[in-house]
C-alpha cells in the first residue's frame, strides 16, 4: 500500500491529460499547416485513453484503475477546400486544401482536458493532506 | 509492589487499546484511506466510456453497525474490514454510460479528507492521553 492513497491513480491521469493538452496544442499550432513530411496538409491528431489496472483489491471486488494514452490516432476527415490561386500549395484550380483542424473543437477539448487536469490534482493535494495527517498522529 | 502497576494497566492502558471508539477510529481510518483510492479512480476515469463509478460497500457500514449494536467490536474489528463496490444507486445522465459525476467526487473528497483529519486527531488525542497517564506530564 501507498503511503499516499492513490497517487498513482491520479499520476497515470495527470500524466495521460497532459499528453492530450500536448497534443491538443500541435492542433492548434498546425491550423494553417499545409505541408507536412508526409505530404498534403496537416491532418489532426486524436488521443484516446485506455484504462490501466493499478490493483485488485481484497475479496474479489473491483479492481482500482487508472488511465493511460492508447493510442494517438489521425482524423482522417477531409479538410476544407479553399480557393486561393495565390498560394503556393493551391492545385491546378487555384484550391488549397487546408488542415482538418476545427478551433471551435480543439477549444472544447482544450478546456475539457485542463479540467480534468486540475480535478485529478485536487486528489492529489488532498491524499497529500490525508498523509501528512496520518504522520501527525501520536504527536 | 507489583499490585498497583497491574491495577493501573487494568484500567488505563487496556481501555483506550480495546476501547469501542479506538477500534471503530483505526477502522475506519483504513475505511477513509480506500474510499479516496476509490474517488482517485473514479475521478481518473471521468472520461471512460461504460465505467461505474467506486465506492466503499454497503455492506461494510451495515457489518460495522450491526457489530456495534452487539457490543463485541473490539474483539471482532480485524474481520471487519472496509471493501469497494460498484456504485448501483449512481444513475447515468450522460450518453455513454458513464456515473461519474466530478462534482458529485470533489465533494465527497473533501468530506473524506475531514472525516479523515477528524479520527486521525481522534486516534492522536487517545495515544496522548495514554502519554500523558505514564509520564504524569502533560506535553
New interface residues.
Given amino acids: 500500500m501507498n503511503l499516499i492513497a492513490g497517487v498513482d491513480i491520479s499520476a497515470g491521469a495527470l500524466n495521460a491529460n497532459k499528453t492530450r493538452l500536448d497534443i491538443i496544442a500541435q492542433n492548434i499550432a498546425n491550423a494553417q499547416t499545409t505541408r507536412t513530411p508526409q505530404g498534403g496538409p496537416y491532418q489532426r491528431r486524436v488521443v484516446t485513453f485506455e484504462t490501466e489496472l493499478i490493483r485488485r483489491t481484497l475479496g474479489g471486488g473491483p479492481s482500482l484503475q487508472s488511465v493511460r494514452i492508447g493510442e494517438i490516432a489521425v482524423d482522417r476527415t477531409a479538410g476544407q477546400q479553399v480557393h486561393n490561386p495565390q498560394h503556393p500549395d493551391a492545385n491546378a484550380e487555384g484550391q488549397v486544401t487546408m488542415p482538418n483542424v476545427n478551433l471551435a473543437y480543439e477549444m472544447v477539448d482544450l478546456i475539457t482536458a485542463s479540467r480534468a487536469y486540475e480535478a485529478n490534482l485536487s486528489v492529489v493535494r488532498s491524499a497529500r493532506q490525508m498523509a501528512l495527517k496520518t504522520l501527525e498522529i501520536g504527536k | 509492589m507489583l499490585a498497583p502497576a497491574l491495577l493501573i494497566s487494568g484500567c488505563v492502558i487496556d481501555p483506550i487499546f480495546q476501547s469501542d471508539n479506538y477500534h471503530l477510529a483505526r477502522t475506519l481510518?483504513d475505511a477513509?484511506?480506500?474510499r479516496?483510492?476509490?474517488?482517485?479512480?473514479n475521478?481518473?476515469?471521468?472520461?471512460?466510456p461504460g465505467?461505474r463509478r467506486?465506492d466503499l460497500?454497503t455492506d461494510f457500514a451495515s457489518r460495522l453497525k450491526s457489530s456495534l449494536a452487539a457490543g463485541d467490536f473490539a474483539r471482532r474489528s480485524a474481520e471487519i474490514?472496509p471493501?469497494?463496490?460498484?456504485d448501483g444507486a449512481a444513475r447515468s445522465v450522460r450518453p455513454d454510460g458513464n456515473t461519474v459525476d466530478?462534482e458529485r467526487?470533489?465533494v465527497a473528497?473533501?468530506r473524506n479528507?475531514v472525516e479523515?483529519?477528524f479520527l486521525?486527531?481522534l486516534?492522536?488525542s487517545s495515544?496522548?492521553q495514554l502519554?500523558m497517564a505514564i509520564t504524569g506530564r502533560v506535553a
Fill in positions: 481510518l477513509a484511506a480506500l479516496h483510492e476509490a474517488i482517485a479512480t475521478v481518473a476515469n471521468v472520461e471512460t465505467y467506486l460497500s474490514r471493501q469497494l463496490a460498484v466530478l467526487e470533489l473528497m473533501n479528507a479523515h483529519q486521525a486527531d486516534v492522536s495515544l496522548k502519554k
